[in-house]
Nanobody
Framework: QVQLVESGGGLVQAGGSLRLSCAASRRTFSVPTMGWFRQAPGKEREFVAAITWSGRSTYYADSVKGRFTISINNAENTVSLQMNSLKPEDTAVYYC????????????????WGQGTQVTVSA
């Protein structure tokens, strides 16, 4: 079992920045990939970004490429999502997740989830 706790959400104006963090209770080789998903009201949960624990491989949704950066701190078992140039359409609950698959973007292949943190971007 892996427990995930997100932090760092909040309210920001369009064009601003936020940094989300996810603390994992432990690192295990059975969950090689950490990811971020988001869910806006009335919409399905969608992939945002993912990274392997080695940090060598990162994956992004087209909608956030060039604006968001995912990173990992192996010493602290934390995964961060730096979000720049935020847009109102980035408003959603952001979830941290862990997968037993390597480099996956598929919601169904993530086994562990955090409780989510709200990000609101005002116009």
């Amino acid at each position: 079992q892996v427990q995930l706790v997100e932090s760092g959400g909040g309210l920001v104006q369009a064009g601003g920045s936020l940094r989300l963090s996810c603390a994992a209770s432990r690192r295990t080789f059975s969950v090689p990939t950490m990811g971020w998903f988001r869910q806006a009201p009335g919409k399905e949960r969608e992939f945002v970004a993912a990274i392997t624990w080695s940090g060598r491989s990162t994956y992004y949704a087209d909608s956030v490429k060039g604006r968001f950066t995912i990173s990992i701190n192996n010493a602290e078992n934390t995964v961060s999502l730096q979000m720049n140039s935020l847009k109102p359409e980035d408003t959603a609950v952001y979830y941290c997740a862990a997968s037993t698959f390597t480099g996956t973007k598929r919601f169904s292949e993530y086994n562990y989830w955090g409780q989510g943190t709200q990000v609101t971007v005002s116009a």
